[in-house]
């Protein structure tokens, strides 16, 4: 998620890496949630919604980079970083 904030939020080499390290971890929560994000930076709400609802989450926020710090904050508790 960390080439999400990289790449300002917007796609490009940055959202693709973001992307291909999603799709190597399909199954996995964390990965689910953070692909919903990529999805809604690439302004695909249909598979963003997917996502989320894969992950078991909802939208926190309004705004990807409001939704991109509640994610990180609690995937550090989560994962102990």
């Not at 940055?14 to 999805?39: F, N, P, R």
């Not at 302004?43 to 939208?59: M, P």
Request: contains cysteine; hydrophobic residues 40%; glycine residues 8%.
């Amino acid at each position: 998620m960390w080439w999400l904030k990289k790449g300002g939020f917007k796609t490009g080499p940055e959202w693709e890496k973001a992307h291909l390290i999603c799709q190597e971890d399909e199954g996995d929560t964390a990965h689910a949630w953070v692909h919903a994000l990529v999805h809604w930076v690439e302004g695909d709400e249909w598979n963003s919604n997917y996502w989320y609802r894969s992950a078991g989450k909802q939208r926190l926020a309004l705004t990807i980079e409001t939704e991109w710090n509640a994610v990180a904050a609690e995937l550090s508790k989560t994962l102990g970083t």
